[in-house]
């Protein structure tokens, strides 16, 4: 059993019984001396907290006799922490906590649970009304107007985030904290399968994040945190229900989500139903072919999500467990004009289970023990002219353990175990990977250290990787080859160390430093073979093309390394606030995937001799750039959100990397007046000449948005209605991080009314 010893740990923990024979209260409130209601407070590395009352109170059960760090939080205040050395009986802790003018959510996807003010590294947060009307189809498209991140836009349907210009296996993207155990990190065409519109918030982790969550973090992470599982109580119920209409694809989604407990036991529901047709577009779809209709053709879709979600919460600990099903069938936008070529479309389902749990001071010298896991059985066909061709499958295991330690000397934070299996197998026309196994375990330790108006952090992680391989066939002109590759064994090291810095009231910087390591993906070393939904010729990196013959290498890959430095400077209070992130990302071994200028047929007598031959190969390369964010408020109604972001590629032998995205500045102009938000701004995209070899400059464009927002608060809920605008001028759009910028462009003008009733 490959997580038994996970499970065993899980299990020792649950004979431990915590004693709570001491009880920490106090009050919570601002300067003013007003108390602040719903504010969290906690220990730190346990699993449960207390939440302020009407009048500030809370109370708060701990061990006896521990060394306590509490932590006090609360939206739009910054926290506050104090250190109790030893608690019996009954102690009191005051907290007053400083207003600041950005929200200041917990991020859940960082180890010690902190805010993005209190994050070594950068973090950007999605939530609340910005989270409904940015929600789209993809992942990629609801997140792409966040700071360092760009979508891939593989049509309106298999969008992924790409940070800071890096995608695929180097983003990690997961549901409450674990692998979404889907196919997207193997081609541009799969889909991201989880469903922002039924989110709490989605969490952006940019830069290496890989102490926690390994291999597939070495460019950053995405989380979306839903409701299917709670580690605080839930007592009567709460819920929304929703829908939206888009003119530009007559897109209609009806959303519901449904919690209710009794204070221990809680049950959860959700679903999203979802219908588009073909997206309209400005001008021409393929550059020089005439497209009258204004329409992309096969960019349909059609998605169904359900989830459900139970657990107990209490005094000692919490469990949950949740499950979700996804069917999604979607088209493949055509790459090229002319009836001979395939409709393509994919039609794929993904059942997935978690299970999460919790419990407090389950032995002597920790505060908490953690453990979650998953299970993911996820498949998709690829339809040619509506038949089957070629059948994806994976199923995905992970378990992770973490234990908060009660601080060691003055330093405090969490230890752990993680292992994930990966099965994955290609059958069909399109196998271009032989069937592979792919297991990791590691162990990681994050520890943290606050000494005056300094945060410390310092972390590792070790992590064993091995990938199992099988046989497959080869075309050339040496005819037909069975090839076996040799499997890869390494150990990847990751080490980080940051500090966060207040050194005067609402300013902080953080500065990060990190060596993470990554082991290649099956794709990036075995791809042979055509790829219709992509329309081009795949070679992996372990092979030599020669005189067109294909030869396998023979030798074994290099890990990538990757040695970031990052900078963030915030303002968050006074009047007006402001983020600026500078990065340099030096990486050795780094997998690109480039056209190199041949076409399938020089490889010698295979199908598709026209398709064009992309390979993967490694070099070193350089990633630098920054994120900049500022609001300014103009007046009492008035204020201006303002952005800019810029990631520059390069290889060591003075080439470019391929698509990545040019400088994009933005700037919006907001009113707000009792219950009414509205809003009107511009994204500017500059033009990408530094461009790969083989790879096309790519013009710049302008996207002009608009939105009107309207609240009406009852004491039975919140309605919230809002109509949108997206690219109101009507402009074509070629985004230089697809791999089809020359054949689908983004889509034309389109109006969004939606309506949202939450209780």
Do not use: C
Not at 50 to 65: E, P, Q
Not at 299 to 304: A, E, G, I, K, V
Not at 705 to 727: E, I, M, P, T
Request: hydrophobic share 35%.
């Amino acid at each position: 059993m490959k997580f038994a010893p996970l499970y065993l740990a899980l299990a020792a923990a649950g004979l431990a019984t915590p004693a709570f024979a001491a009880v920490v209260t106090g009050t919570v409130s601002d300067a003013s001396g007003s108390p602040i209601v719903g504010a969290a407070v906690s220990v730190d590395g346990a699993a449960t907290q207390a939440v302020t009352d009407k009048n500030g109170n809370y109370s708060l059960k701990v061990a006896d006799n521990s060394h306590l760090h509490l932590h006090a939080g609360a939206d739009n205040f910054a926290h506050s922490e104090v250190e109790i050395d030893t608690a019996t009986g009954s102690l009191s802790k005051d907290f007053v906590l400083a207003p600041v003018n950005v929200e200041n959510i917990v991020v859940t996807g960082s180890p010690l649970g902190r805010t993005a003010l209190e994050s070594t590294t950068p973090v950007s947060v999605l939530s609340d009304d910005a989270l409904r009307k940015a929600t789209a189809p993809s992942l990629g498209d609801t997140l792409e107007n966040q700071p360092g991140v760009q979508a891939s836009h593989f049509g309106p349907a298999a969008s992924r985030p790409i940070i800071r210009g890096m995608d695929g296996p180097r983003v990690q993207v997961l549901e409450n904290g674990l692998g979404v155990g889907d196919a997207s990190t193997v081609s541009a065409d799969h889909a991201v399968t989880t469903e922002a519109s039924t989110a709490r918030q989605i969490e952006i982790l940019r830069g290496p994040a890989t102490l926690l969550y390994g291999n597939g973090a070495i460019g950053g992470v995405v989380n979306v945190v839903d409701y299917r599982y709670s580690d605080q109580p839930i007592d009567g119920m709460t819920g929304s229900v929703g829908a939206r209409y888009s003119t530009v694809d007559d897109g209609k989604t009806a959303v519901a989500n449904l919690n209710t407990g009794n204070g221990k036991y809680y049950w959860h529901v959700d679903g999203t139903h979802r219908r588009a047709s073909d997206e309209d577009i400005p001008g021409q779809a393929i550059e020089g072919v005439d497209n009258p209709s204004g329409k992309l053709a096969n960019s349909q879709l059609s998605l169904d999500d359900f989830g459900f979600g139970t657990g107990y919460t209490g005094d000692d600990g919490y469990i949950g467990v949740s499950g979700s099903r996804t069917e999604n069938k979607y088209g493949i936008p055509p790459s090229e004009a002319g009836s001979d070529e395939p409709t393509v479309s994919i039609d794929m389902r993904k059942t997935a289970w978690q299970l999460h749990s919790g419990l407090n001071d389950p032995f002597k010298g920790f505060k908490s023990l953690k453990f979650d896991g998953g299970y993911t059985h996820y498949t998709h066909a690829e339809l040619e002219n509506g038949d089957p061709d070629t059948v994806f499958t994976n199923k995905y295991s992970e378990g992770r353990v973490t234990l908060a330690n009660d601080p060691w000397g003055e330093w405090q934070g969490v230890v752990g175990l993680h292992a994930t299996h990966r099965d994955y197998r290609i059958d069909g026309e399109e196998s271009l990977t032989p069937n592979t196994k792919t297991d990791s375990v590691a162990a990681f330790i994050v520890q943290e250290r606050k000494v005056g108006d300094f945060r410390y952090q310092l972390g590792g992680r070790l992590e064993n990787y091995h990938l199992k391989s099988g046989s497959m066939d080869l075309e050339s002109l040496a005819g037909d080859q069975q090839y076996s590759p040799s499997d890869i064994k390494d150990n990847d090291l990751s080490l980080s160390a940051g500090t966060v810095w207040d050194f005067t009231p609402g300013y902080n910087l953080s500065v990060s430093l990190s060596r993470a390591e990554r082991s290649a993906t099956a794709e990036e070393l075995y791809s042979y073979g055509p790829h219709d939904a992509t329309r081009t010729f795949e070679v992996g990196s372990l092979y030599d093309i020669n005189g067109g013959n294909v030869i396998p290498v023979g030798s074994d890959p290099k890990q990538e390394t990757a040695n970031n430095l990052d900078l963030t400077l915030r303002k968050f209070d006074g009047a007006w606030s402001g983020t600026l992130s500078v990065f340099y990302n030096k990486v050795d071994n780094y997998f690109y995937e480039h056209n190199t200028g041949l076409v399938a047929s020089d490889l010698g007598d295979v199908e598709d001799g026209d398709l064009p031959v992309y390979q993967f190969s490694q070099a070193d390369a350089t990633l630098y750039g920054f994120e900049a964010q500022v609001n300014v408020p103009i007046g009492d109604y008035w204020s201006i959100d303002a952005m800019s972001d810029y990631t520059r590629g390069k290889l060591k032998d003075g080439g470019n990397l391929p698509r990545i995205s040019p400088l994009r500045v933005g700037s919006t102009l907001n009113f707000d007046y009792q219950d009414w938000h509205a809003d009107v701004g511009a994204t500017a995209y500059s033009k990408q000449d530094k461009t790969a070899e083989n790879e096309t400059d790519t013009a710049g464009y302008t996207l002009v948005n608009a939105s009107v927002g309207y609240h009406v608060y009852q004491s039975s809920g919140d309605l919230f209605v809002f109509l949108q605008g997206n690219n109101l001028t009507d402009k074509e759009a070629r985004p230089a991080t697809s791999f089809l910028k020359d054949t689908v462009p983004l889509p034309g003008r389109n109006l969004t009314l939606g309506v949202r009733y939450s209780f």
